[in-house]
């Protein structure tokens, strides 16, 4: 019998209607003669809401204690998918994180997960239910309630799907699949229908959140087939899988743009070595994950290094850097929150060159600087004004994607 894992986000359980609509996509899954395990995640806002509460009392909340608040919406939603199963005749039971197992590190808001203990999923699936497994937790070998991150409950699917050795694992969420670029900003932008693991990585790193960037890894690494498509109708959304040769024929598959960094510049630093291993081993020691680094020419002797942390790190960050920057004598520590990271990748980069060039060009046509630059083998991505954001990803669309449509082939 083959066995679908489906993944339900927020809006799709968003309210009550919403949830007997996601009982009765599973009842069909059930009716054609699939074993199926449901992730949920929290009731669309809830989460957020969760997690406001907890700020009401703290600015920096004991994570341990985050967690068991903010692990408490993904529960409801899961009692009442059961129910709401039940009433449509299909037997159901829902589990929590630690009730199936689903072990992980004990790192609080963004554990790991280490372990899945499949018997008591395959023991209810044996019996002829559908099992709906909370997203975004799991439990750490202490005993203690952990969550995986924003957006956790895809990996929470994808991994339970690997675990399982599941035939596919379906993304229900609120657009009809993986897009050229957010569908929220490019009216234009189309659903890709198959994308590399390698690719959806990237994208999602670069702040397309709608795949979580670990379920993705965890994907590539076990060979897990993922179908990302709409939970409002039964359209074919888009492959995550392998990466084929066909694949490297296309440049550029998106545009990301990422709005969640903040960028710290030490100004006027002596040029001499060891300044920046000293800066960046204290932010590394404090556990703060820095993204891109620019050290300016040096001129007289003195240089500036500039480098991008998440927001929710910024302060910390600032900090650190504040402290080394009198250690080594700079003048000033200056901070931007309002920047964006804008980025182009594709598997043909590999092999096609002159990306870099045109994607510059496109942003300075629009009149848009670009303060810093990185690239990998399949990506380039350029730090701007966050003004320019949406500006910038919709000229990029229109320059690497609307206007290159002879040479690819799109739904
Ligand atoms: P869910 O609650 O179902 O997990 P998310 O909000 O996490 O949904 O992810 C879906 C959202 O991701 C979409 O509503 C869309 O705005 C956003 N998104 C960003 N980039 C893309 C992209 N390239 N393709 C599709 N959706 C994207
Ligand atoms: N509910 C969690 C969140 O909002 C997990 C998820 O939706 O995947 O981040
Ligand atoms: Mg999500």
Redesign the pocket.
Known sequence: MPLIVQK?????VGNIERIKNVARKIKKAVDEGNQVVVVS?AM?GETDRLIGLTRELSNRPNPREQDMVVATGEQVAIGLVAIALQELGVPAISLTGWQVPIITDNVHTKARIKKIDTHRIRKHLDEGKVVIVAGFQGVSEDGDITTLGR?G??TSAVALAAALKADVCE?????P????????IVEN?RKIPVISYEEMME?ASL????MQIRSVEFGAKYGVKIHVRSSFNDEEGTWIMEENEEMEKVVVR?I?HELKESRITVVRVPDKPGVAAKLFKALGDKNIVVDMIVQNVSHKGFTDISFTVNKTDADYAEEIAREVAKEVGAEDVERNDKIAKISVVGLGMKTHSGVAGKMFEVLYKEGINIYAISTSEIKISCLIDEKYAELAVRALHEAFIENMEGDIQYE
């Open positions: 339900y986000g927020g809006t799709s995640s669309t957006g409950s895809d993304i229900y969420t609120d657009v699949g993986v897009f050229t670029a957010d569908p929220r932008a994208m702040g397309s959140k709608v998106g990301s």
